[in-house]
């Protein structure tokens, strides 16, 4: 079992940039691949980004590539997300999970954060 926290949400300006943090307070973090997803008011949990266990292999939603870098620190325990050229659309509350394997659907994840809440004004 494993607990995660995120931090580093708040209020940036269209194309600026935020760095979020997922840090597992518990648990065997390398043995978990982590997950970043968002949730806007009255949509639905979306994937964001992913990393492999190692670290060896990322994933990325469409609406984010280029603009998002997802990275590991296996010694420190946290998984950053780098958002860069935010745009209003990336407004939402923002998880991360861990999972036996890197993956795309929420349904893969068996832990999850708080979530943080992140801000884009136009």
């Known amino acids: 079992q494993v607990q995660l926290v995120e931090s580093g949400g708040g209020l940036a300006q269209a194309g600026g940039s935020l760095r979020l943090s997922c840090a597992a307070s518990?648990?065997?973090?390398?043995?978990?691949?982590i997950g970043w997803f968002r949730q806007a008011p009255g949509k639905e949990r979306e994937f964001v980004a992913a990393?492999?266990?190692?670290?060896?292999?990322?994933s990325y939603a469409d609406s984010v590539k280029g603009r998002f870098a997802i990275s590991r620190d296996n010694a420190k325990n946290t998984v950053p997300l780098q958002m860069n050229s935010l745009e209003s659309e990336d407004t939402a509350v923002y998880y991360c999970?861990?999972?036996?394997?890197?993956?795309?659907?929420?349904?893969?994840?068996?832990?999850w954060g708080q979530g943080t809440q992140v801000t884009v004004s136009s």
């Open positions: 518990s648990g065997t973090f390398s043995l978990y691949a």
């Open positions: 999970a861990a999972g036996l394997r890197k993956a795309t659907h929420f349904w893969d994840y068996d832990y």
């Open positions: 990393i492999s266990r190692s670290g060896g292999t990322t």
